[in-house]
């Protein structure tokens, strides 16, 4: 029997947006409400309003026009050189091409309430090929132990969802004997016995049980999260992407001033200050507020990291200054405590952090609207959000539990390219620390509270933001970054504006850029009641 | 050049609905950006604009999905099943990952279908959103297994690698015990693709024919084939119906080793430099042939050549189609094709 051989992966509870209909026997289908996304062309990835048909039509054939007239080289460079964005809006994508190919601009076919980001500077770069594929000797290998492993853990979950804990207690048993015939190396094994153990954390303490479940210190958790960023690319592209979205939002601003919501270790803002070094018409005054958990121990951590930035700032002659906010929440900071200045443009960054907002609500409402609100009070020019790309906060405990085991079977089958140790064996245990959570953990406890993007999306469009799309030059450029990393399996897609970052055709990670809608204002003074 | 632009663009909307119209319109102006005069290709931007979807084991239109990696091969295949009725409204999540543990039946025969997507070797992927929805339909109605193989492709990865990664995928089907049926038991496997998919599939039928692999049918959807001559349909329809011959040359060129020409046997099946396939136990063929792609007289003439071989091959002649009729479902050869590849795995 050899190793488990090959990786499955899926979404498990995603509806998917682009699901077709089976062939029908009848050809006659109900008219569609003209305002309505056309579902024909959404089955093929297109968001097109049945009302705007004809004109699409019309700016196609006109798109042609112009490009037989071209020289093929002109257009291939042309087109190649301009900053492409979200390829699903047909109509605007082909507007913005006629707009590139120099044609009188037509009438703007009505898109939706996203405004795309105007076109930036060309970005140069190298042409990227693929990477040639490595061939490896192909090694017997059987499926049916891995198989009755997944379906073992999915009972037991099954029982722990139904409260049968005893059932679920001799299903571990099973398990780890089924654990001793698996390669615990890789794929399944691996991943498997990080859901049985999670699975036997769950059944022996109580889901609600702070203490069990924190057993780390912010400290040790950092030393994790640190190798877990040299491992593999997932934070490296949520720190570059948003770094590049951030800079475009800043352009032609002399004061900018960038909030993060979990400084950790300081890891992405070196890049952005060198960047903002190399500015052409010089670096703003950039000022960073980083939040963090207060340190046990006495030690400002915060300030520390703050320290060291200062320095390489001043090393690169960018003015720069530091404010520490620390708070053991989200929730718990108030916007005073950033003390913005209307002179400054500002950037919120915000990498996996709004999923922990998700939990019960506190006695002022659903922690997630309250900051959101905050942040819209903000004004920011840009906030950014990276977050997991996965659904980890479904109400039932088997569908979240089902959905955790397909992302990180994913996720540890891409580290499996990584040979480096101890940044491997850290990383895993950095991930394994996010399965308990999801697995053992319940209530104000569980902050690893996943989303998916569809969700996000919804989420802060009803909170007042509009999306800002990252466009071919991000994607270009998060390609090049993953050509750093060995593996091949890691792929950069376009989802409507946004980007993902996945191993092979799963994404594990999503980014997307956002800006507030300003509030509308009163248009009367303090309204006195007698 | 066949006739001016404005004449083309009006006879192509003739005779396809509006929806079609602006899907291949919009695909043929976006592949011409991105294939360079020089023969390289614009990748990147080509990834950019793709649209792609995930895999989904929810069942939707009473099919799921999921991939596999195969670690030996970095190869991804998509495995598109049925859902059992009884299990749709009990929305059991991961059930379908379950199911891997038995057969497909016992008892009953249940067809898998290896399926090569098009692109002329060039674009898409097994997961890119039109071929996704296609499997998905496919995988509907002949009530049975779609795995779609994400070959490499060119010009990163030139002749003959497409034809290697669709022979692992037919052996890697061949090896799982979750796709065996009937009672025999054995996995009644059939090679479908279209466009380059179609011609990928040919070539894989013959190495298992030539291997004693067993394939029950090929199913090619207008595939694609050439040759140095220029055939009359070459020239009466170039540039007619969204495509225009010399992006054929590109993608040829792109394809097969440099320095060679179309008569390699990889693209001119029964030319001067084709293989004989008398005497080899080759599956029967459905070649589906749409009437106003300018590539018809190479597919006719393969249809042709099978015949003169021996082999059993059933022709699907399609006179007003287009290339590119089958993904979207607003059209009369859609449900005509869909019928006649329901019948050919049935019988």
Redesign the interface.
Known sequence: MGPH????????????S????????S?TKPPQPPDQM?H??A????K?RSND??Q??ER??R???V??KSN??E??DL??DAV?YN??D?ASW?DSLLTELNTNPPVPVPTDLSDPHPNMNNMMYA????PH???????P?E??VS??L??VL?TCAEAVQRGDLSLAGLLIDDLQALLGRVNSGC?IGKVGSFFVDALSRRIVNSPENAAVHSDLSAYENEILYHHYYEACPYLKFAHFTANQAILEAFEGQDCVHVIDFNLMQGLQWPALIQALALRPGGPPLLRLTGIGPPSPDGRDSLREIGLKLAELARSVNVRFAFRGVAASRLDDVKPWMLQVSPKEAIAVNSIMQLHRLLGPNSSRGPPIDLVLDWIRDLNPRILMVVEQESNHNQPEF??RF??A??YYSTMF?SLDVCTAQPEKALAELYIQREICNVVCCEGLVRVERHEPLVRWRERLINAGFAPLHLG?NA??QA?MLLTLFSA??YS???NEGCLTLGW????LIAASAWQAIPKPSPTMGPIIHP | MAGS??IN?NEA?KVVP??T???I??F??AY??????DG?F????A???D????????P????Y??????????L?N?IYRCSPPLNESDRQ??AG??E??KPLSTTEIVPVIIFFHGGSFTHS??????Y??FC??LT??IGGVVVSV?Y?RSP??RYP?AYEDGW?ALKWVHS???LLSGEDPKVHVYLAGDSSGGNIAHHVAVRAAESGVEVLGNILLHPLFGGEERKESENQLDGKYFVRVQDRDWYWRAFLPEGEDRDHPACNIFGPRGIPLEGLKFPKSLVVVAGLDLVQDWQLAYVDGLRNAGQEVKLLFLKKATIGFY????N?H??TL?DEIKSFVSS
């Open positions: 051989d090959s990786s499955i992966s899926a979404a498990a509870g995603s509806t998917s682009s699901s077709s209909s089976s062939a029908c026997s050809s056309d024909l062309l089955g093929a990835g297109y097109v048909l004809h699409v039509a196609l054939h798109l042609e026009t490009m037989v093929p080289l257009i291939s087109v190649n492409h390829p699903a047909l082909v042409t990227n090929h693929a594929l490595q061939q490896v000797v192909a090694q290998f499926e049916d198989i009755q997944v379906h999915m794929g088997l569908d089902t959905e085991l397909y089958d071919s994607f270009k390609r091949e399996g950069v897609e376009e092979h055709s799963r994404p | 632009n404005e663009a909307k509006l929806h119209w602006i899907l319109s919009n043929k102006l011409n950006m991105l294939r360079r005069p390289t614009n990748r990147e931007l990834e950019f604009l649209r792609k979807v995930a895999a989904n084991t929810v939707v239109d009473g099919v999905s999921f991939d596999v990696v195969d670690r030996a091969t970095s991804l998509r999540p991961g990952i379950l891997l543990e992927s097994a997961n890119s959103a039109i996704d929805t998905r339909r509907g109605l994400n490499r990163e990865h690698c692992e799982r015990s979750w993904f979207l479902p607003n009369e859609f449900y869909m």
